[in-house]
């Protein structure tokens, strides 16, 4: 069974960093783009970085842009998201997904919590 399990998140001030993780099950991620998504309280769900499989080649949504990583380990069995220069819009449950261009491909999982608050 393909599964993803996300972990890293937790309560920072303003201005700190965290750095998530997404552990496939199961599976490598040598074939699969990857991607970070996150929920705020009241919002839809929306995309935030993902990693191509083939080159490596990355996108951000521009709210992070500058601020936030994504990278793989070279067992590409996890996924990371270096957050750094945090803000309180950032408060957010993050997901990770295998996807297809913009689409995710599997069934969410429990997520990670992410709050940033003074």
């Known amino acids: 069974q393909l599964q993803l399990v996300e972990s890293g998140g937790g309560l920072v001030q303003p201005g700190g960093s965290l750095r998530l993780s997404c552990a496939a099950s199961?599976?490598?991620?040598?074939?699969?783009?990857i991607g970070w998504f996150r929920q705020a309280p009241g919002k839809e769900r929306e995309g935030v970085s993902c990693?191509?499989?083939?080159?490596?080649?990355?996108y951000y949504a521009d709210s992070v842009k500058g601020r936030f990583t994504i990278s793989r380990d070279t067992a590409k069995t996890t996924m990371y998201l270096q957050m750094n220069s945090l803000k309180p819009d950032d408060t957010a449950v993050y997901y990770c997904?295998?996807?297809?261009?913009?689409?995710?491909?599997?069934?969410w999982g429990q997520g990670t919590q992410v709050t940033v608050s003074s």
């Open positions: 997904n295998l996807v297809s261009g913009a689409t995710p491909l599997l069934a």
């Open positions: 990693i191509s499989s083939s080159d490596g080649s990355t």
């Open positions: 199961g599976f490598t991620l040598d074939y699969y783009a």
